[in-house]
């Protein structure tokens, strides 16, 4: 395995003579020529993986099984080239939990046949397993060995499993093994409620733990639709006994007298009541409006509300394995629908509880925010004094995740500009099309979620404004935000505009090709890059400043444009920043720069705003090293 090692040349017959050798792995090199095995190649060999080199031709060799990967090669691009060595390998593996000898019977069309020859509607979702050590993926035993380890841990927590199913094996276009997930009830058709949520947190919190060699996962479930319709009692159940009966009426009789008085004290209490429920539960007094003195209920669309419980029950009484981050508002957790979705739930922690007015109106706002690459709002929560939102989550984690390499995800050149593209997308859609417009005020890479294909996706509006028809492109406000991405502008007057978030997104650009904190050991990544570059020397100078993983075995096509443009973002004055319309055409022409295909949609341009007067303090004026979101910071500035 060498990947990334800018090896040059036509492989030699003679590597592949090497009695013990199995697996070959030259992805993204530069090898040409032609690829062949020769006659005495390895008995063991199994595959041949030379995806995105210069390889123009490929030999046949007789009599080889093994599989042979030739994707991203000019060999790909010629007519006629054979699909075979040009398209993921598609194998799919027959089920193998089980007996083999019983007789496969036809099952109802909304049911599925188990390796036990039962028919059952299943559990059922996909893996994603991300660095496997192995790549012979026609080899059955693999997954035998992973269904009958996935059945026994499952039986371990008591859950009424009968068998597990594995099927068609395959890499994805991330690399990454995706496997076919079924699992079969024992003793009756189908799960039930807390079977099924007890499976995804078994799966989705990583509280299962998978032989080794199998590495890291993901799981994402499909929505599980067999849940029963509930029944009324059967009229076995009534009672005829007469001196029930005959109580009963007395006992009514008694009752009614009681009501008489209950509804008495009732219409007194009634103005009462009303004033106490407003004031613990804002949420309930809501009306359709109709009086000019009440609040409105939210005009929403899409998300729903939930209750208390239900998001309580979704997250293992928001434990500590579901933890997912926290921030100044509170903490995120993981959780799961019994629909077998996936929901990330923002939980206000006590003492930062918002009035009901203001809870409602981020919900609308939020209620109003569609977009591929926004994070969406699935619902929210007002119940038993809780403030919660829900949204959907996102399995790849955050930006800054993959650049610490905390995820465990590798982002090349390729993929960090379709980041910066689709971050790009979703604040010009904040900025240009939302109504009203919307600025973010809290851009920065923890904000930036990948999802399943490293999509990039804003999220937490937590900070974010709304400008009002009368603000004329800015509105004076206190000032948050986060210290190493906070536009010093809007730092020094308090004038907000969106021209403060296309500052932060400057400094994410700078954070994306260099990896490094905005403020890191007193040091600020804009001067940094400012002081070191040299526009006459490669990669501007910056080869010291630039995180490894992007510069080994790739060409950085268009990074010239790329660093112009982060300094474009994070000018001083506001007006000689572009507008985030302009930010999207300029990293759609640099990823045509680098071999690339935008597809992108075209947006108009946002409207300047002329910039108020300098303070004499600027935010990153000394050696500061810290970060905050929240309240404007204090007037002495202390590094860490």
Same mark, same amino acid.
């Given at each position: 395995m060498a990947e990334f090692c800018k090896i040059t040349g036509e492989l030699p017959q003679t590597l592949f003579s090497l009695p013990n050798l199995q697996t070959v792995k030259l992805r993204n090199n530069r090898l040409n020529g032609t690829l062949n095995l020769g006659s005495s190649y390895s008995s063991q060999l199994h595959l041949v993986d030379?995806?995105?080199?210069? /390889?123009?031709?490929?030999?046949?060799?007789?009599g080889f099984n093994g599989?042979?990967?030739l994707m991203g090669n000019s060999f790909c691009q010629q007519p006629g080239s054979n699909a075979i060595y040009c398209s993921l390998p598609q194998q799919n593996i027959p089920y193998s939990t089980g007996t083999s000898n019983c007789v496969p019977i036809l099952c109802p069309s909304d049911q599925n046949l188990s390796p036990n020859c039962l028919c059952a509607y299943p559990y059922a979702g996909t893996i994603y397993f991300r660095a496997p050590s192995f790549s012979s993926l026609g080899n059955v035993s693999y997954y035998s060995t992973l269904e009958h380890d996935i059945l026994d841990k499952f039986q371990n927590h008591s859950l009424p /499993?009968? @068998?597990?199913?594995? @099927?068609? =094996?395959?890499?994805?276009?991330?690399?990454?093994? #995706?496997? @076919?997930?079924?699992?079969?009830p024992s003793g009756k058709i189908r799960f +039930?409620?807390?079977?099924?949520?007890?499976?995804?947190?078994?799966?989705?919190?990583?509280? $299962? %733990?998978? =032989?080794?060699?199998? +590495? =890291?996962?993901?799981?994402?479930?499909? #929505?599980?639709?067999?849940f029963p319709v509930s029944t009324s009692p059967s009229s076995s159940s009534k009672s005829t006994n007469v001196p029930v009966i005959i109580g009963a009426s007395v006992g009514g009789f008694v009752v009614a007298t009681l009501i008489v008085c209950v509804l008495v004290y009732a219409i007194w209490q009634k103005r009462k009541i009303?004033?106490?429920?407003?004031?613990? &539960? !804002?949420?309930?007094?809501w009306d359709s409006g109709?009086?000019?003195?009440?609040?409105?209920? !939210?005009?929403? %669309?899409? !998300?729903? @509300?939930?209750?208390?419980d239900e998001l309580k029950h979704s997250t293992n009484n928001f434990s500590e394995a579901n933890d997912i981050g926290s921030g100044g508002y509170g903490k995120v957790y993981r959780g799961m629908l019994y629909t077998g979705q996936l929901i990330a739930i923002k939980r206000a922690q006590q003492g930062s509880m918002q009035g009901g007015l203001e809870f409602k109106t981020e919900i609308e706002l939020l209620s109003r925010v569609h977009h591929k690459h926004l994070v969406s709002l699935v619902g929210f929560c007002f119940d038993q004094g809780e403030q919660l939102l829900v949204y959907e989550y996102v399995p790849n984690g955050s930006l800054k995740d993959s650049l610490t390499g905390k995820s465990g995800i590798r982002l090349d050149w390729k993929r960090r500009l379709r980041i910066a593209l689709g971050t790009a997308k979703g604040l010009t859609y904040l900025h240009e099309l939302a109504n009203p417009p919307i600025v973010h005020r809290d851009i920065k890479s923890n904000?930036?979620?990948?999802?399943?294909?490293?999509?990039?996706?804003?999220?937490?509006?937590?900070l974010?404004?709304?400008?009002?028809?009368? &603000? %004329?492109?800015?509105?004076?406000? &206190?000032?948050?935000?986060?210290?190493?991405?906070?536009? =010093? #502008?809007? $730092?020094?007057?308090? &004038?907000?505009?969106e021209k403060s978030d296309v500052y932060s997104f400057g400094v994410l650009l700078l954070e994306l090709i260099t990896a490094r904190r905005p403020i890191d050991k007193g040091r600020y990544i804009v001067r940094e890059v400012k002081v070191t570059m040299d526009r006459t020397k490669d990669l501007y100078n910056l080869h010291e400043l630039l995180d490894p993983a992007i510069v080994l075995g790739t060409s950085l096509g268009g990074f010239g444009k790329f660093v112009d443009l982060a300094l474009r973002c994070v000018e001083e004055s506001g007006v000689d920043r572009p507008a985030m319309s302009e930010v999207v055409k300029e990293i759609e022409n640099i990823m045509q720069l680098a071999g690339m295909n935008p597809n992108a949609d075209s947006a108009t341009p946002s409207a300047s705003y002329d910039g108020g007067s300098r303070a004499s303090r600027h935010p990153y004026g000394n050696e500061a090293n810290f970060d905050y979101s929240g309240g404007p910071p204090s007037s002495k500035v202390e590094p860490k």
């Open positions: 030379v995806q995105n080199n210069d /390889i123009q031709n490929y030999k046949d060799v007789q599989t042979i990967m /499993i009968d @068998s597990v199913a594995l @099927s068609n =094996p395959h890499m994805d276009d991330n690399n990454y093994l #995706e496997v @076919s997930l079924q699992v079969f +039930g409620y807390s079977e099924i949520s007890d499976m995804g947190f078994l799966l989705s919190n990583q509280t $299962y %733990k998978p =032989p080794p060699g199998y +590495g =890291p996962y993901v799981f994402r479930a499909v #929505e599980y639709a067999a009303k004033r106490v429920r407003e004031r613990s &539960q !804002p949420f309930a007094s109709k009086s000019s003195g009440s609040v409105s209920v !939210p005009q929403l %669309k899409g !998300p729903r @509300s939930f209750t208390y904000n930036i979620l990948l999802d399943d294909h490293l999509n990039a996706k804003v999220a937490d509006f937590g974010s404004k709304p400008m009002g028809p009368n &603000q %004329k492109g800015h509105m004076t406000t &206190q000032v948050k935000g986060t210290m190493g991405y906070l536009d =010093p #502008e809007y $730092y020094m007057t308090q &004038q907000l505009t």
